[in-house]
T-cell receptor, first 120, second 118 residues
Framework: GAVVSQHPSRVICKSGTSVKIECRSL??????MFWYRQFPKKSLMLMATSNEGSKATYEQGVEKDKFLINHASLTLSTLTVTSAHPEDSSFYIC????????????????FGDGTRLSIL | AQKVTQAQTEISVVEKEDVTLDCVYE???????LFWYKQPPSGELVFLIR??????QNEISGRYSWNFQKSTSSFNFTITASQVVDSAVYFCALSDTEYGGSQGNLIFGKGTKLSVKP
């Protein structure tokens, strides 16, 4: 089945550090990937839609200069949290939407296992 | 606008009890897809089921069953004879398309935290 690898699974770092999270589709191509953020005991909130070869589309209220997204290939999107502060601590989940022609099973998006980011 | 409502924030049951998680959705699309995901404490999202808007048949998978009713825009999820391992947050989600057109965005409900006590 479709697999999405998200790395790292957990990050603890000091305030002011920039943190990069990778999202890879392992057995399919994904022109479109999504980045979600989940606060404790809250639902998943879509942050941005990542499009290979073009700029990401950010949801209202998400700072594009704070959350840099790069989708440089059909299997890799990265989210960089720049100059992270404690309020950026959260659970970040990516998902990838298989391109037409690839098997996608029952889901429009396949999720990574998430990255738990803790900023001290 | 699309919206998913899970009115139950938290539910606590004792093992072997049956429990139903409610999900009500709003959409103007005639073709849409409904999903349930399980999120255990470890955080990953586990896909449980997909249902398209043209298929109102109820589905049973082991101890899990789903009741889809277009008339009330509901897609409820029942766990029979609950077990401690069922403890998790359960999300209902709505998507407007499989492919093409829009991005196939998933609209999530706020989730229901289920605690099953031994």
């Amino acid at each position: 089945g479709a697999v999405v690898s998200q790395h790292p699974s957990r990050v603890i770092c000091k305030s002011g550090t920039s943190v990069k999270i990778e999202c890879r589709s392992l057995d399919f191509q994904a022109t479109t990937m999504f980045w979600y953020r989940q606060f404790p005991k809250k639902s998943l909130m879509l942050m941005a839609t990542s499009n290979e070869g073009s700029k990401a589309t950010y949801e209202q209220g998400v700072e594009k200069d704070k959350f840099l997204i790069n989708h440089a290939s059909l299997t890799l999107s990265t989210l960089t949290v720049t100059s992270a502060h404690p309020e950026d601590s959260s659970f970040y989940i990516c998902s990838a939407r298989p391109d037409r022609g690839f098997f996608w099973g029952n889901q429009p998006q396949h999720f990574g296992d998430g990255t738990r980011l803790s900023i001290l | 606008a699309q919206k998913v409502t899970q009115a139950q924030t938290e539910i606590s049951v004792v093992e072997k009890e049956d429990v139903t998680l409610d999900c009500v959705y709003e959409t103007r699309d005639t073709t849409y897809y409904l999903f349930w995901y399980k999120q255990p404490p470890s955080g990953e999202l586990v896909f449980l089921i997909r249902r398209n808007s043209f298929d109102e048949q109820n589905e049973i998978s082991g101890r899990y069953s789903w009741n889809f009713q277009k008339s009330t825009s509901s897609f409820n999820f029942t766990i029979t004879a609950s077990q401690v391992v069922d403890s998790a947050v359960y999300f209902c989600a709505l998507s407007d398309t499989e492919y093409g057109g829009s991005q196939g965005n998933l609209i999530f409900g706020k989730g229901t935290k289920l605690s099953v006590k031994p």
